[in-house]
């Protein structure tokens, strides 16, 4: 087993071996070209990131800047928006579904080192893929650590860092994120806190 199949194996592996240096090389130079190029371009931009990432369903939008490790190893499905500074480090699987959002400065890490120093210096890494399922919007300045699942129709308050699973249909905050109630029928006609929405076509 070489070091780029250890490392999508959730294996120890070191990153610099077996041509990962090189494949995280030729995705920074697209990367590049992604993040110089004018936001107007918009058909030039989604072609770019549809070549970055490793699958993209349809109506997805990412940001300028955006940063990844490899692109390849990152699936989102439709309806997909991530906003600026958006960082996924991508050494092991990000599988994220359908009508997802991302606010600001979200950073998703599938990557790690050893706990104790001597491992850690050894070079070895390792990489714990990420799920993020259907209907999810996490806040600004929120971190997602390796191996985290989040269910479906899921909110994460902004600036949470999130170190365990998530479970369908709550809101959790918080540094540890923690569940703070579920999210219910009754929270359907609020647009913010106690505001209500004046419209009929919200549904």
Not at 151 to 180: E, L, Q, W
């Amino acid at each position: 087993m070489n070091q780029k199949e250890r490392m999508l194996a959730g294996l120890p592996y070191k990153a610099w071996l077996d041509g990962l240096r090189q494949e995280n090389m030729a995705n920074k130079l697209k990367i590049h070209e992604y993040n110089a190029l004018s936001p107007d371009r918009e058909d030039e931009l989604e072609e770019l990131i549809r070549r970055i990432l490793g699958k993209a369903g349809k109506n997805i939008r990412i940001e300028q800047p955006f940063r990844c490790d490899y692109g390849k190893n990152i699936e989102v499905g439709d309806n997909f928006f991530a906003n600026y500074n958006c960082v996924i480090l991508d050494v092991a699987k990000v599988t994220i579904g359908n009508n997802v959002m991302l606010a600001p400065n979200v950073s998703i890490f599938t990557a790690g080192h050893p706990i104790h120093p001597s491992s850690r210096n050894s070079g070895y890494e390792y990489g714990m893929s990420i799920i993020i399922g259907d209907n999810v919007w996490i806040g600004g300045n929120v971190v997602i650590n390796p191996g985290v699942t989040i269910g479906n129709n899921v909110v994460i308050g902004a600036g949470s860092i999130v170190t365990k699973d998530i479970p369908d249909n709550m809101i959790a905050v918080g540094s540890p994120c923690r569940v703070v109630r579920e999210i219910t029928e009754e929270d359907r006609k609020y647009y913010y806190k106690e505001r209500e929405f004046d419209v009929e076509d919200y549904i």
